[in-house]
């Protein structure tokens, strides 16, 4: 059986097998040559974001706590691969430059990633994306936290708007950290929550988007984002 890589267009070649005929998401999205610069996150991470470390909670998590003063919003992040420059090509081409069929290469991870993680959950948790302004949708077209929540086997709730147009990409680590709460919370939820994202870097925009949740009620607020930067 034939495909093309979603990023590079090469033909794809699968070994058919009644065990995968009739699984699509099985059929590899890369071709063996693009796969093999996707690099997943493996190894001792931190227990709260995800990112690479000895310690069981990294040196930037320890700052969040202190800065909540021990109650971090955040309870958890998990994120799938490394932000390298192959995974930033593909993000790039798929948010900025309108290739929506891209987010297809994240499907079968973020499947498999929220069942290995948040599966004990499934039933209670409501993922919400993280929302993009009007002006930012309507440059897109679409909403890259949206389509990744719908690849998830799991109630989807907007209940964030976004207030402010500031591109995070541009700023540096201390003005992203100081940034004012770009979020409005349209509806409060009692059920665990699921933020879901494309990029970690900072953390700052899922803890404000947290701490809005928890203010409004919510007891857990969790994460699952593609890549950490």
């Not at 933020?195 to 007891?219: F, S």
């Amino acid at each position: 059986m034939r495909k093309h890589c979603l990023y590079c267009h090469k033909g794809v070649y699968l070994k058919v097998t009644w065990n995968n005929l009739f699984k699509v998401t099985e059929r590899p999205m890369l071709c063996d040559r693009c796969s093999k610069q996707v690099e997943w996150i493996r190894g001792n991470c931190c227990k709260v974001c995800s990112r690479l470390s000895k310690q069981k909670l990294c040196f930037d998590c320890k700052r969040w706590n202190q800065y909540y003063q021990g109650n971090d919003p955040l309870n958890k992040n998990i994120s799938i691969y490394k932000y390298n420059q192959f995974m930033k090509e593909i993000i790039t081409m798929w948010k900025y430059r309108g290739d929506y069929i891209l987010g297809h290469i994240f499907q079968a991870d973020m499947k498999q990633y929220f069942k290995q993680h948040y599966d004990t959950h499934n039933e209670q948790m409501i993922a919400v994306p993280i929302p993009l302004s009007n002006d930012r949708l309507y440059e897109r077209g679409f909403n890259q936290a949206e389509m990744l929540a719908d690849f998830l086997s799991v109630r989807i709730e907007n209940v964030l708007t976004r207030t402010m147009n500031e591109k995070q990409a541009k700023k540096t680590r201390l003005e992203r950290i100081m940034t004012v709460n770009p979020f409005n919370l349209v509806k409060s939820l009692n059920n665990p929550v699921l933020l879901v994202d494309d990029i970690y870097t900072t953390g700052r925009t899922l803890r404000h988007a947290a701490q809005l949740l928890k203010e409004a009620g919510c007891q857990e607020v969790y994460a699952l984002t593609l890549c950490r930067g």
